[in-house]
């Protein structure tokens, strides 16, 4: 199963329900409808290559854009994407709008007219699906690379699980999960959805900030942005495990005043102020819910290593890169040592350390 694309699928229906009214069906059809995630992906990239060579300004110009720009004509890209969301937006007028139902509506009773919503309908397609699939890629790829922290969240959710909720369980409920809230906020630290952060113009006259309590002159018109990898992997903010998928961070920090430096870093993984992602919220009920109902699946710790083996649908194979190595890591804080082999018996930190590798752990475990 290629889990990666299949995680598109899902977000694409879920912003498609909340936002057009109905689901545009990838997840029943198993397949690309209308080609939405092939268009996201070529538009995306020409986009990152016109940004890359600066000339974006260039595309910009109004003769430019009318002969380079995106055309409802195009076969692929994101003319073909606006193609469709007219499409959407005329079927979707067809309905009764004046009352609570999806976002469409309510951009109709607050009076954007039909352009307005063509466009508001690409972004929400493009925004809505693409960067929260990204998300949950990352996070289960670092959940089948790293067994401990898989073991520890499966008993989390299994024991939430026992109050039966009836369907999925409420977003409420999924809040309260500690631990499943520390894997998500690890994981998009860790790998962040996002890292073309937008650029913030100096006014005119210039601007004075305080960096590590040293005061900097900023020249007017200068764009000011930041490094958000390094930034996230920071060893000053986040220790020198920052490098490590290590989702405890988050729950033993006991420095009130470093938490709370770490959680304004983090924020800026969905932008800060009037440019914060407006669907910050819609994203982490998807990521809460998708993560709760995909893990209480009924593995074993050695199990669930043996499919971690098998997934190559992520990036290939995790134990032919060197950056996802699968590794037992034994948390030295609160001394968790959750994870155990093919006998049932935890392994012994003496023979799995942080840096044990995946052939050395997956040597006590039978994979059938």
């Known amino acids: 199963m290629d889990f990666a694309r299949k995680i598109q699928y899902f977000t694409l229906d879920v912003i498609s329900d909340i936002g057009f009214g109905e689901p545009f069906g990838h997840l029943e059809a198993d397949q690309d409808v209308n080609e939405n995630v092939k ?61 609570r139902s999806d976002m469409l509506a309510s951009f109709v009773r607050h009076g954007l007219n039909a352009e307005e919503l063509v466009s508001e309908t690409v972004l929400q397609i493009i925004a809505g699906s693409d960067t929260t699939a990204t998300s949950l890629r990352g996070i289960m790829l670092y959940l089948l690379t790293h067994p401990r922290v898989y073991s520890k969240l499966q008993a989390e959710i299994d024991a939430a699980a ?51 309590g040293t005061s900097v002159f900023l020249p ?41 430096e770490m959680n304004r870093t983090h924020e800026l993984i969905f932008g800060y102020g009037k440019y914060q992602c407006l669907g910050k919220a819609i994203a982490l009920m998807e990521m809460g819910k998708a993560l709760y109902e995909v893990s209480h699946a009924v593995l074993s710790p050695t199990e669930y290593i043996c499919r971690a083996v098998r997934a190559t649908s992520l990036v290939g194979n995790p134990l032919h890169h060197p950056s996802y190595l699968l590794r037992y890591e034994r948390d030295q804080a609160d001394g968790d040592s959750s994870c155990t082999t093919s006998t049932g018996v935890s392994p012994s930190p003496k023979r799995h350390g942080r840096n044990t590798t995946a052939w050395e752990y997956l040597s006590t475990a039978t994979c059938g």
């Open 162 to 212: 026992r109050t039966s909720y009836p369907g999925v369980i409420p977003d409420s409920e999924v809040r309260k999960l500690r631990y499943l809230q520390a894997v998500i906020k690890e994981g998009l630290r860790i790998h962040p959805p996002v890292t073309d952060s937008v650029p913030k113009r100096v006014p005119n006259g210039g601007d004075t900030v305080v960096v590590d």
């Open 220 to 260: 007017g018109g200068t764009n000011i942005s930041y490094a958000a990898w390094p930034l996230h992997h920071s060893k000053t903010l986040f220790g020198e495990d920052a490098e490590l998928f290590r989702p405890e961070r988050w729950l033993l920090e006991k420095d009130d005043k470093k938490l709370a």
């Open 39 to 99: 268009a996201g992906e070529i538009g995306l990239t020409v986009t990152t290559l016109g940004l890359a060579l600066g000339l974006t300004w260039f595309l910009q110009l109004p003769l430019v854009a009318r002969l380079l720009g995106p055309s409802e004509n195009d076969v692929v890209g994101f003319g073909r994407m606006i193609r469709n969301a007219r499409s959407i937006v005329e079927t979707r007028l067809q309905r009764e709008t004046s009352q």
